[in-house]
């Protein structure tokens, strides 16, 4: 158990609503990721944390915002929503961005948006 | 360009026997991992083996085993003795370049028979 959870589990919103996604980690990890998984596609890497409020874009950025301001949270919004970001969003932690650092993933939170 | 490919997007097998799971992958870092994970119909993504690029010898965990064929940029998974559990979407992801982030390929469902 690497000490991720997410919130909400399952969340139902309107387009153009915002949505916020929070990941807390509980063993201090200096890498946080956010990652979307579809269907044929697998997981694609939103943005990432490298340290608190150092933060970078990843594959599929576009709509999405996050902000780490302590170590532990790392919170994905989405400004906007449309139906295109219908998704189950992973976050993952990682103690390294080495060869060897294995990233540990949440549980995963489905977001629908209709 | 795709960084990470799995061509099978489903196999069965047998319980008891082995099966051999393709990725191939493409850098130009030398500095290199590959990973895989397991994702049960429960949804949870688990860490399963890793290779590094420098590493001399195959990879193995438990009945778990990476096929290593750097030259041809393959890291297949090899699962030994299938068992019923076993039936899940494995994906293959690669770390590279700065700050390491993960691509994934897009997954192969493995559905052991009984």
């Known amino acids: 158990d690497a000490g991720i959870t997410q919130s909400p589990r399952h969340k139902v919103t309107e387009t153009g609503t915002p949505v916020t996604l929070r990941c807390h980690q509980t063993e201090n990890h200096r890498y946080m990721y956010w990652y979307r998984q579809d269907p044929g596609h697998g997981l694609r890497l939103i943005h990432y944390s490298y340290g608190v409020k150092d933060t970078d874009k990843g594959e599929v950025s576009d709509g999405y915002s996050v902000s780490r301001s302590k170590t532990e949270d790392f919170l994905l919004t989405l400004e906007s929503a449309t139906s295109s970001q219908t998704s189950v969003y992973f976050c993952a932690i990682s103690m390294k961005a080495e060869i060897s650092g294995e990233q540990y993933f949440g549980p995963g939170t489905r977001l629908t948006v209709t | 360009a795709q960084k990470i490919t799995q061509t099978q997007p489903g196999m069965f097998v047998q319980e008891k026997e082995a099966v051999t799971l393709d990725c191939t992958y493409d850098?130009?870092?030398?500095?290199?991992?590959l990973f895989w994970y397991k994702q049960p119909s429960s949804g949870e993504m688990i860490f399963l083996i890793y290779?590094?690029?420098?590493?001399?010898q195959n990879a193995t965990e438990g009945r778990y085993s990476l096929n290593f064929q750097k030259a041809r940029k393959s890291a297949n998974l090899v699962i030994s003795a299938s068992q019923l559990g076993d039936s899940a979407m494995y994906f293959c992801?690669?770390?590279?370049?700065?700050?390491?982030?993960?691509?994934f390929g897009a997954g192969t469902t493995v559905t052991v028979r009984a």
């Open positions: 850098t130009s870092d030398p500095s290199y991992g």
């Open positions: 290779q590094g690029s420098y590493d001399q």
């Open positions: 992801a690669m770390g590279d370049g700065n700050d390491y982030k993960l691509s």
